[in-house]
């Protein structure tokens, strides 16, 4: 395994030690169709550092990534930036392969990495903006907490200007190919806006202002080398900026409609609620719930400024796919929409006031009462979807230009 599994290099003295996992499908309900890598990484100099380790099922290519350049018997130090399983699951055997002679973590990931497992040695703790010389580099620890869990940290290398920034501007996306430029840009484009939304998108107040915090450090940067996905060597600017917008979660004309039906009469009020958005200068994505993965829909609701839901009634409650849906994105807390909820019913028809009471809890400002009708849709109940849509429509345009001055499309 040694032979046909090789570190990859990254600067002068940080290699790429990691495991691509090609097969995962899913992360805690998130849909990795393109699978995911777990990046790990060396910092070779007068004394080798490995910033983070892999999950438990990597380990073996991680280790033999690293005797492709190293004995691993040779690593001094280990840094821990994040305590989730699939960054540190393999810490206690690479702690015991290895024998370092200290391993850091945040205060908080110190810890955190015992009430997972007896770890094999004592952690040394590192405080926020904390500057340490190690192996003859000089490695600066800046705390990201809740981005996105409370230990979760980056690490800057002055000497290579490289910022291993764990879970921060990743994206789950296998690939033999190590850097971003390497691949097409719309695969990142999906894969970078689908991870934010689906994992960063709830601590989006934390992240303006951990990015605040470390465009105020100045630090000259010319990798920016995450835990899950490929490596940016270029382009830095734009990958910060971009996490800037989405945490900012300006809205903008795209209105997604997301909607599922038994016998087609709520699909049909979707369909007109679509031709009313478009007819008031709404960009509409119809969404249906039991052909979209919940990752998917929050995927497009990242840059969008209206969700509109729509589901028939069943056994007096919410249709399966729809409560899966708005249970997911309400914990996902998307912000500055407006929207409606509407749907059919034979006899009960409480779905849309479930819906509505859903969308208010994550304070969805809803245009209006939501749209009811009865068994199969009339052409009347049709044209009253379609006006719907023009409502929200143009209330999406009285938000965004108080909001943003501008229309954002």
């Known amino acids: ?71 691993p018997a040779s690593i001094r130090y280990v840094i821990s930036n994040h305590t989730e399983m699939d960054h540190s699951g393999s810490l206690p055997d690479v702690v015991r392969a290895v024998r370092p002679a200290q391993l850091f973590a945040s205060q908080m990931g110190a810890k955190g990495l015992p009430a997972h497992f007896d770890v094999g040695m004592e952690i040394t703790p590192v405080k926020d903006l904390e500057t340490l010389t190690l192996g003859g580099g000089t490695l600066t620890f800046v705390e990201t ?47 970078a806006a689908k991870y934010f939304a689906n994992i960063l998108l709830l601590f989006s107040p934390q992240l303006t202002k951990l ?88 995927g497009e609701l990242l840059d969008a400024g209206a969700l509109l839901v729509g589901g028939p009634t069943l056994n007096n409650g919410l249709f399966p796919t729809l409560a899966d849906h708005l249970t997911y994105m309400k914990g996902l807390r998307p912000r500055n929409l407006v929207g409606a909820a509407f749907g059919s019913y034979g006899w009960s028809g409480e779905a849309v006031k479930l819906i509505e009471e859903t969308l208010a809890a994550m304070d969805v400002e809803l245009v209006q009462e939501g749209l009811r009708v009865k068994w199969v849709p009339t052409a009347d109940d049709l044209l009253r979807s379609r006006q719907l849509g023009l409502a929200v429509a143009q209330r999406m345009h009285e938000v965004c230009t108080t909001r943003n001055g501008a229309i954002h499309r």
């Open 1 to 71: 395994m040694h032979d046909a599994l090789r570190a990859q290099q990254i600067t002068d003295r940080v290699w790429w030690v990691g495991a691509i996992d090609w097969d995962i499908r899913d992360f805690h309900g998130y849909m990795t169709g393109r699978g995911t890598t777990w990046n790990a990484y060396l910092i070779l100099g007068d004394e080798p550092i490995l910033i983070d380790t892999v999950k438990p099922s990597g380990k073996a290519e991680m280790m033999a990534r690293i005797a492709s350049i190293i004995d």
């Open 145 to 191: 907490r809740m981005v996105h869990w409370p230990d979760s940290m980056f690490t800057y290398f002055a000497e290579d200007q490289v910022l291993f920034s764990s879970d921060g501007f990743g994206m789950h996306l296998a690939s033999q190919q190590r850097f971003a430029d390497e691949l097409p840009a719309e695969v990142l484009d999906q894969e």
């Open 211 to 298: 990015l605040d915090k470390v465009a105020g450090l100045n630090l000259p940067l010319k990798v920016i080398a995450p835990d899950h996905g490929p490596i940016f060597r270029e382009g830095l600017g734009e990958v910060i900026g971009r996490y800037a917008r989405w945490a900012e979660q300006k809205p903008t004309m795209k209105a997604v409609v997301l909607y599922d039906s038994m016998w087609d009469s709520t699909k049909l009020m979707a369909k007109a609620i679509g031709e009313g958005l478009a007819e008031g200068g709404a960009d509409p994505r119809l969404l249906w719930a039991r052909g979209c993965h919940r990752s998917h829909v929050m």
